[in-house]
C-alpha cells in the first residue's frame, strides 16, 4: 500500500504564494555540483554549483527564461520546466 504524498510549500509564512510540489514531480538534483547556464540568447555562464547556476536563471525575465537553459557539468541538461522542478534535498524513499 503506498504512502500519502509528501509536499513541500514553497514561499510559507512569508506573505508569499505558497506552491505544493508533490515529490513525484521534483527532480533531485545534486546543488553542489558545476554548472553552465545558457541565457538563451547563446550566452554560456559557467558557476560554481547548480544552485547558484539556478538562481541566476530565477532572476531572468520570463521571455529568457523560456530559452535558457542549465547544464550540470558532466551531466544532464534541464530547460524550464525542469529548472522549476529541481529539489536539492535528499530524495524520498
Known sequence: MMGKPRCSLSGAGRGELVTVISDNYKIYADAGRPATLNNGAGIATDYATL???????????????????????????????????????????
Open 51 to 93: 544552485q547558484d547556476a539556478v538562481h541566476v536563471w530565477q532572476q531572468l525575465t520570463p521571455e529568457q527564461k523560456i530559452r535558457a537553459t542549465v547544464k550540470v557539468i558532466g551531466g544532464p541538461v534541464y530547460k524550464a520546466h525542469e529548472i522549476e522542478r529541481l529539489d536539492y534535498g535528499p530524495k524520498p524513499e
